[in-house]
Nanobody, 118 residues
Framework: QVQLVESGGGLVQPGGSLRLSCEAS???????????MSWYRQAPGKERELVAG????????NYTDSVKGRFTIFRNNYKSTLYLQMNSLKSEDTAVYYC????????WGQGTQVTVSS
């Protein structure tokens, strides 16, 4: 059974950085490598939105416009782990961030809170 566990969230000041991690368990590293992975976020009163995704073949990334140039998504298939490097954080980035895996089935993590505030 696939489980996704996010970590790395917390409170940071505007302009600061965080690196989120999403570790998958219940699958082999090869199986993990076949998943398309992504990060979503949801702020209070807002719809959940796709932040960044990375393909299962070639590791091709994509980003929503609001985070381009600031966030980087990458994966380590040997560790079955997905990452999101977030730089130049803004208050607008405050949200719960969720890890998502898509393959034969879809899986979600529990989410990790990111708060950007002084």
């Amino acid at each position: 059974q696939v489980q996704l566990v996010e970590s790395g969230g917390g409170l940071v000041q505007p302009g600061g950085s965080l690196r989120l991690s999403c570790e998958a368990s219940g699958v082999s590293d090869f199986t993990f490598s076949t998943f398309a992975m992504s990060w979503y976020r949801q702020a209070p009163g807002k719809e959940r939105e796709l932040v960044a995704g990375i393909s299962s073949v070639g590791g091709v990334p994509n980003y929503t416009d609001s985070v381009k140039g600031r966030f980087t998504i990458f994966r380590n298939n040997y560790k079955s782990t997905l990452y999101l490097q977030m730089n130049s954080l803004k208050s607008e980035d405050t949200a719960v961030y969720y890890c998502n895996a898509r393959g034969p089935s879809e899986h979600w993590g529990q989410g990790t809170q990111v708060t950007v505030s002084s």
